[in-house]
């Protein structure tokens, strides 16, 4: 018997506790530091630890390992599909870190023949999988009379499929659109604010400058009087996070937070393709959990807002189990796939638009690039080198492919979280 391979041990934050879990037995426990110590040395109550899946033949980890690999790939299979559709590349806001910013104005244009040739793709290749569609930019709902047109087409077709639209949109047009809304099988709109007043608009200024705050709380109140879902995302960074306790105060007046139809994100702002001018901003990951885990000690209404996921601590405590085992945080190629206006398909919204990425084209003609979406395809925890030995895999599940690729040159390869560290602060949180 030996201790599992997929223990993740370690001390509480600011806490005399310590902590185990086990993403493959799909155990957790918090305990004193006496039993912590003899926990990694194999002792103290042996049948509980064998029982818990913390120590283990190694064999018969590899089995079961080997059978919970395999019920992942199989109800994956079954998964709902997310399909990003870009309409266009062009937007009306100047956002300080828009990722899109190096991308070439393209003189293809939308139309319904580019339009129909999508969901005439997507209803073949995915015709027996449960989907919905994202509408994605730039910005979708331009107010220009031509392309708003051609949204709302999009939102009939769908609704004539039975499939249910989303969309990620600055919400400056929200007003102009909520009747093509109302008509739609709309699951929820995504929404960005970065904080209140001049915070977010000195980040999310309109082109030419133009505040856009007070356009974007109106379009907010607008979808939820209307009962669509609204996702509220704040991008964050070191300019704008000592403005969160003032965002979730606002949505929490507003009646926002109390709303069973409005959920919230955190985004951290981050290089994906191109580097930004001002790097000194950013947060890596764990940078970011550890002022998060600060602002929630002395600001708690923030949690009214927004519950931080400090990996799978707030699943773990909100559920009372662990997540299943996680062999695959790439959703691309699997539930997650983006079509662009120019007929190209991509593996995910990190790739879409990006020159050398296409996976295929659905328009003027459909062709596949098998090899391509296979390596997509075929990325996990067991494929990539780093991470078939490493204890925080089931967990991390390998990461993002396309940040991966950026940072190492192929897609077969890590995009570690600090998963333990996220664990300390998260259980010390919410214990």
């Known amino acids: 018997m030996k201790l599992s391979k997929y ?28 039993t912590y110590q003899l926990l990694l040395k194999g002792e103290g109550n042996v049948e509980e630890l064998k029982e818990k899946g913390y120590l283990i033949n190694p064999a018969e980890e590899k089995k079961i390992f080997r059978k919970k690999y395999l019920q992942f790939l199989d109800d994956r299979e079954k998964d709902e599909v997310q399909i990003f559709f870009v309409t266009n590349y062009s937007c009306n806001f100047d956002c300080s870190y828009c990722y899109q910013a190096g991308y070439e104005a393209n003189p293809q244009k939308l139309s319904k023949e580019i339009i129909d040739s999508f969901f005439e793709h997507i209803n073949t290749r995915f015709a027996n999988r449960r989907k919905y569609i994202t509408i994605f930019g730039g910005e979708p709902f331009l107010n220009a009379p031509s392309h708003k047109a051609l949204i709302e087409y999009i939102i009939q077709q769908a609704s004539q499929f039975n499939i249910e639209v989303a969309a990620v949109s600055n919400a400056y047009h929200l007003v102009d659109y909520i009747d093509i809304l109302k008509a739609g099988k709309i699951r929820e709109i995504q929404v960005t604010l970065d904080g209140i007043g001049e915070v977010h608009n000195k980040r999310r200024p309109l082109k030419g400058g133009g505040k856009t705050f007070d356009r974007i709380v109106k379009g907010v109140d607008l979808l939820l009087a209307n009962n669509i879902a609204v996702n509220l995302r704040m991008v964050v960074d070191k300019e704008n996070i000592g403005n969160l306790p003032e965002l979730a105060q606002f949505a929490i007046d507003k009646g926002w937070a109390a709303n069973p139809l409005f959920k919230t994100q955190l985004g951290r702002n981050y290089e994906l393709h191109e580097c930004q001018a001002n790097q000194g901003r950013l947060y890596s990951r764990l940078d970011l959990y550890k002022d998060l885990y600060q602002l929630l000690q002395e600001f708690p209404h923030i949690q009214e807002f927004h519950k931080p996921a400090f990996s799978i601590s707030k699943f773990l405590f909100e559920n009372g189990e662990m997540p299943e085992p996680l062999f695959d945080a790439c959703t691309g190629t699997k539930t997650e796939w983006a ?23 659905f328009y003027p003609e459909n062709q596949i690039f098998t090899d391509e979406i296979e390596a997509w395809e075929e990325r996990d925890v067991l494929s990539i080198p780093k991470c078939r030995d490493c204890n925080l895999a089931l967990i991390c599940g390998g990461g993002c492919a396309s940040m991966a690729k950026n940072y190492n040159g192929e897609l077969n390869s890590h995009d570690c979280r600090p998963v333990t560290e996220l664990l300390e602060l998260g259980i010390s949180q919410y214990m």
């Open 7 to 34: 223990n993740i041990a370690s001390k509480v934050h600011n806490k005399e506790e310590y902590f185990v879990v086990n993403a493959l037995s799909g155990n957790a426990d918090i305990m004193d530091k006496n």
């Open 339 to 361: 079509f662009d206006f120019t007929g190209n398909i991509y593996a995910c919204t990190a790739t879409v638009g990006k020159d050398g990425e296409s996976l295929g084209t």
